[in-house]
């Protein structure tokens, strides 16, 4: 293609999608919400992820102490803990604190708790691992022991939700590539039709230049940037939607259950996921009108 | 030069549109392509701008091998073919104009001067008030002006005319192939299918005569003999 065929295609792709706004209208909101649903599930793999990666850097064991210790039992057991090579420091919490505590992180709806007494909850060390001790399997050899101990009777440590959490994201992951592919799959046909009634309705226009002596690239361009623009509309108006999706569940319960509150806010995708959108919208318009046009201009092989 | 080295059109089941044809036809020649429908005249014309692949043979145009030419190299030889068709082929929704135009603009040139040749053009062909009319709103002898203008557009070597007569009064088809003459003076071929005998007779130019797609006759008046 010369540089003088920009403007021709130009004026072609404006006039065919002037012509047919509403189908292109569509299949862009089509392909927009695909792509939300495929970003949503990058969204939630994203934030998920930050959350294990918090985890990760700040290890700690939760060993619930039996009810009944005394002062002096509490502080030996504390003094003997501490003595462990892997630990870097214990704190000790008390019934009072931890209702304290919990009644802080329900916040606004911290008044379901009214009624129960105050000391349902057990006192508990939160036991601090050294940085070199946090692989996985020393701090699950680490609690094991300390499941050993009297005076402890549950020991808990996040590895185990981060192992859970781990396969979540990992769920998360094949899902937003199964059900993505499957909802790409549709937009691609769905995308190939409508550049299909393009070329159809243009199909006296497509001979004429064909007999005039129009290179294929010159008649198959318009169509590509047709496709190429939908995607890239439909892709932009997803990014858009899943900020908006962002904002709403800022307000809403997950913060105020303090799940993502405790380790900062619900996080927007990064720039390289929406890149990614972007680009597989374009992808996906532009490949359906390419396979498209492969069908129709075989047929009319000029 | 555009030879033809028996060339042969087999449609199926086993349809035969050409039979071995033999030709040589010279730079800036005109010639009537006659012969009843169905004799192979469109068929000739379609092999000679590939809009249709020989089933044997050999067709050159100015050292060419046009079945050997790839999709780029048939959009090159379009661009050097002059097309009329008898149902003219034009847009609709577009002007005289922008249909003229556009023969340029695909081959690369710029809009100004694609559009400042197209409006040359009709000018010459006495459309200077016409050049914006969309073609339904022309008449058939005005619509047969803009097909010749469009095809004249790339300055082309040949001009292929299928039935360019067909829908005009005597009259007009007259004045169609007295620009035909005109063009011709420029060294364009021009090779004009017709099923009009008297229409090709009355020009005293090379008559090929086609049958059931055979050349049954070659008759070149300026050689006051048979063409061969």
Redesign the interface.
């Known amino acids: 293609?010369?540089?003088?065929?920009f403007?021709?295609v130009g004026r072609r792709v404006c006039s065919s999608l002037w012509a047919r706004l509403w189908t292109h209208v569509l299949t862009a909101g089509t392909m927009a919400i695909a792509l939300f649903v495929f970003g949503a599930l990058m969204l939630a793999q994203e934030n998920l992820q930050n959350l294990l990666t918090g985890w990760g850097d700040q290890i700690q064991i939760n060993a619930y102490l039996e009810k009944g210790l005394g002062p002096e039992e509490v502080s030996l057991l504390r003094d003997k803990i501490q003595s462990f090579p892997e630990v870097e420091r214990v704190r000790h919490i008390s019934r009072e604190q931890a209702w304290k505590d919990f009644r802080a992180a329900l916040g606004a709806h911290s008044n379901v708790l009214e009624g129960l007494p105050e000391d349902v909850l057990p006192a508990s060390f939160e036991i601090f691992v050294k940085p070199t001790y946090r692989d996985g399997p020393i701090v699950e050899i680490l609690a094991n022991r300390l499941r050993k101990e009297k005076g402890l009777n549950i020991v808990e440590y996040p590895q185990e939700w981060v192992d859970r959490l781990s396969l979540v994201v990992l769920a998360l992951q094949w899902a937003k590539w199964v059900l993505g592919g499957i909802l790409f799959i549709a937009v691609f046909f769905i995308v190939r039709s409508t550049v299909g009634l393009a070329i159809l309705a243009q199909k006296?226009?497509i001979?004429?230049?064909?007999?005039?002596?129009?290179?294929?690239a010159?008649i198959q361009a318009p169509f590509v940037v047709e496709g190429l623009i939908q995607g890239f509309i439909g892709a932009g108006l997803s990014v858009l939607g899943l900020w908006f999706l962002v904002l709403f569940l800022r307000d809403q319960t997950l913060t105020s259950i303090g799940l993502f509150g405790s380790l900062g806010q619900l996080q927007f995708i990064d720039w390289r996921s929406i890149a990614l959108i972007l680009a597989l919208g374009s992808l996906l318009g532009a490949s359906g009108s390419v396979f498209s046009l492969r069908r129709f201009m075989k047929r009319w092989k000029? | 030069m555009i030879q033809l080295f028996h060339v042969s059109k087999i449609y199926p089941p086993n349809i035969a549109a050409l039979k071995d044809i033999n030709l040589q036809i010279a730079k800036g020649e005109l010639i009537f392509l006659a012969g009843p429908s169905g004799a192979g005249k469109t068929t000739l014309l379609k092999l000679l701008?590939?809009?249709e692949d020989p089933s044997q043979g050999q067709l050159i145009i100015y050292g060419k091998d046009v079945s050997k030419l790839n999709?780029?190299g048939?959009?090159?030889?379009?661009?050097?073919?002059g097309?009329v068709f008898q149902e003219f082929?034009?847009?609709p929704h577009m002007t005289a104009l922008d249909n003229v135009a556009?023969?340029a603009?695909?081959?690369?040139?710029?809009?100004r001067e694609s559009y400042t040749k197209a409006y040359q053009l009709l000018r010459d062909l006495g459309l200077r008030e016409k050049y914006d009319a969309r073609p339904p709103a022309l008449s058939g002898g005005e619509q047969q002006r803009v097909a010749i203008a469009?095809a004249l557009m790339?300055d082309p070597m040949v001009v292929l005319a299928d039935e360019p007569t067909g829908n005009l009064d005597a009259n007009l088809a007259d004045e169609t192939m007295r620009l035909f003459r005109k063009i011709r003076e420029r060294g364009t071929t021009i090779i004009v299918a017709s099923h009009d005998l008297d229409l090709s007779q009355r020009y005293g130019t090379r008559v090929i005569s086609l049958q059931e797609g055979d050349v049954v006759d070659d008759f070149s008046p300026l050689k006051e003999g048979r063409a061969g």
């Open positions: 293609m010369k540089g003088s065929h403007g021709l006296d226009e001979e004429v230049m064909q007999l005039l002596g129009a290179t294929e010159l000029g | 701008f590939r809009e999709s780029r048939v959009a090159r030889l379009r661009q050097q073919i097309l082929k034009f847009l556009l023969a603009l695909v081959t690369g040139v710029t809009r469009r790339n």
